[in-house]
């Protein structure tokens, strides 16, 4: 096989099939198909090996998402009251509560008796601010959960329930102080990033910069918008540049091109691949000090694809990283499939590399003004892959793009 045969590997089928099991699994034909496809996996093997693959790429969606979706007809422990025990994934702080979304692995009687269960996302509301809580955290609580159930009183009224479903978040719970039994930091390397981000916050808040300036700041590399208040949220939204407050390929690209420069000095001394490792080194501590969204997580292996496509000195296919990023992304979080971000970062990245060159009217030989219409371009391709989708979850159409 040559290199330009590895890198011309057809990953978009075989990412579609993955897609598919997972759909399969949600819409409830999870053992029916399961068993037809590993059948068809089988019998294909013998005729033909690339649709035998494919075949067990959608079992082998269907099977991570039976591990890792709890689905609205498995919640059986609505009504009930428990003692859990998980890690705190998600904090989003308001006026009067600490809302988190809580993993649960363990559930039980007491806090001694504690048993294992299969994953289950839950959404905590605890009525104060002692103690801060801070993902990565192990808790132990005790409380009666409850089926979230989104209401709808007007026609295109947007409950919020409807998110936390969407998200695959089917339970709640109402906990206090009282309730709290062990709350244990992050241990190991989650701890250190923790320290780091306390660190940063310590840092900017401590600094002469205005509270506006601190804000803007702790956001744009943390990735944490918690404290950022309304009046900033609004000018943004105004101005049509919200999406900058989001973590996203834009701000990975900053740092890879950042690091590249500061680094500078190991490509002239002739140890460029040294470079590009510590480019990608740092390109995924910021994906993992951010949070790991699916933005960050797909333009951090897409810039890794590239950069050791550099190193090998083979050449890469954009579109196969793309996929390449969707296919590992759902393999540790089949839920993102169905999350609004996911959907929205994927369609716009896949949209720009298959018709921006198209899109472009001015000939790549007149370099300067090629380059000056990819922006029009891009910004045009981007809002093709994306208008469905902001379309049906927010019922308009995008035009910022203009």
Same mark, same amino acid.
Request: negative net charge.
């Given at each position: 096989?040559?290199?330009?045969?590895?890198?011309?590997?057809?990953?978009?089928?075989?990412?579609?099939?993955?897609?598919?099991?997972?759909?399969?699994?949600?819409?409830?034909?999870?053992?029916?198909?399961?068993?037809?496809?590993?059948?068809?996996?089988?019998?294909?093997?013998?005729?033909?090996?690339?649709?035998?693959?494919?075949?067990?790429?959608?079992?082998?969606?269907?099977?991570?998402?039976? @591990? #890792?979706?709890?689905?609205? %007809? *498995?919640?059986?422990?609505?009504?009930?009251?428990?003692? !859990?025990? =998980?890690?705190?994934? /998600?904090?989003?702080?308001?006026?009067?509560?600490?809302?988190?979304?809580?993993?649960?692995?363990?559930?039980?009687?007491?806090?001694?008796?504690?048993?294992?269960?299969?994953?289950?996302?839950?959404?905590?509301?605890?009525?104060?601010?002692?103690?801060?809580?801070?993902?990565?955290?192990?808790?132990?609580?005790?409380?009666?959960?409850?089926?979230?159930?989104?209401?709808?009183?007007?026609?295109?009224?947007?409950?919020?329930?409807?998110?936390?479903?969407?998200?695959?978040?089917?339970?709640?719970?109402?906990?206090?102080?009282?309730?709290?039994?062990?709350?244990?930091?992050?241990?190991?390397?989650?701890?250190?990033?923790?320290?780091?981000?306390?660190?940063?916050?310590?840092? @900017? #808040?401590?600094?002469?910069? %205005? *509270?506006?300036?601190?804000?803007?700041?702790?956001?744009? !590399?943390? =990735?944490?918008?918690? /404290?950022?208040?309304?009046?900033?949220?609004?000018?943004?939204?105004?101005?049509?540049?919200?999406?900058?407050?989001?973590?996203?390929?834009?701000?990975?690209?900053?740092?890879?091109?950042?690091?590249?420069?500061?680094?500078?000095?190991?490509?002239?001394?002739?140890?460029?691949?040294?470079?590009?490792?510590?480019?990608?080194?740092?390109?995924?501590?910021?994906?993992?000090?951010?949070?790991?969204?699916?933005?960050?997580?797909?333009?951090?292996?897409?810039?890794?694809?590239?950069?050791?496509?550099?190193?090998?000195?083979?050449?890469?296919?954009?579109?196969?990283?793309?996929?390449?990023?969707?296919?590992?992304?759902?393999?540790?979080?089949?839920?993102?499939?169905?999350?609004?971000?996911?959907?929205?970062?994927?369609?716009?990245?896949?949209?720009?590399?298959?018709?921006?060159?198209?899109?472009?009217?001015?000939?790549?030989?007149?370099?300067?003004?090629?380059?000056?219409?990819?922006?029009?371009?891009?910004?045009?391709?981007?809002?093709?892959?994306?208008?469905?989708?902001?379309?049906?979850?927010?019922?308009?159409?995008?035009?910022?793009?203009?």
């Amino acid at each position: 096989m040559t290199r330009n045969d590895i890198a011309s590997i057809p990953l978009l089928p075989i990412t579609v099939c993955f897609s598919f099991g997972i759909i399969l699994y949600v819409y409830g034909l999870g053992l029916v198909s399961g068993v037809i496809l590993l059948l068809a996996a089988i019998f294909l093997a013998f005729i033909n090996s690339y649709y035998s693959t494919l075949a067990l790429a959608g079992v082998l969606g269907l099977c991570q998402a039976y @591990i #890792n979706i709890p689905l609205e %007809s *498995d919640v059986g422990m609505a009504g009930k009251q428990y003692v !859990l025990h =998980g890690t705190i994934d /998600e904090i989003t702080v308001s006026d009067a509560v600490q809302s988190l979304v809580v993993s649960i692995d363990s559930a039980g009687s007491a806090p001694n008796n504690l048993s294992p269960i299969k994953k289950t996302k839950l959404s905590v509301i605890y009525p104060d601010f002692i103690p801060e809580f801070k993902a990565g955290e192990k808790l132990v609580f005790g409380t009666l959960l409850e089926k979230i159930t989104a209401t709808y009183d007007l026609p295109d009224e947007i409950d919020p329930a409807e998110f936390l479903i969407k998200k695959g978040i089917f339970l709640r719970a109402y906990v206090t102080s009282e309730n709290i039994y062990s709350l244990q930091e992050s241990t190991g390397f989650a701890g250190f990033i923790s320290q780091c981000r306390a660190g940063i916050f310590s840092i @900017i #808040n401590e600094s002469d910069l %205005s *509270d506006d300036s601190k804000e803007l700041l702790i956001v744009m !590399l943390t =990735g944490d918008s918690s /404290e950022l208040n309304e009046r900033t949220r609004e000018m943004f939204t105004i101005a049509g540049i919200s999406h900058i407050l989001a973590i996203s390929g834009l701000h990975v690209g900053i740092i890879a091109f950042l690091v590249s420069i500061a680094l500078w000095p190991l490509y002239i001394s002739g140890h460029g691949n040294l470079r590009w490792l510590l480019v990608c080194l740092a390109v995924w501590f910021f994906a993992i000090f951010t949070g790991m969204s699916p933005s960050v997580i797909r333009a951090a292996i897409m810039t890794t694809v590239y950069l050791f496509a550099r190193i090998l000195r083979r050449n890469s296919s954009s579109l196969n990283s793309l996929c390449l990023a969707a296919i590992i992304i759902l393999l540790f979080n089949p839920d993102a499939l169905f999350q609004t971000g996911f959907q929205l970062s994927f369609a716009a990245v896949a949209s720009i590399l298959l018709f921006a060159r198209s899109l472009n009217p001015v000939s790549p030989r007149k370099q300067f003004a090629y380059n000056l219409m990819s922006y029009i371009a891009v910004s045009v391709s981007a809002m093709l892959g994306t208008s469905i989708i902001s379309a049906f979850h927010f019922h308009s159409f995008p035009v910022y793009f203009l």
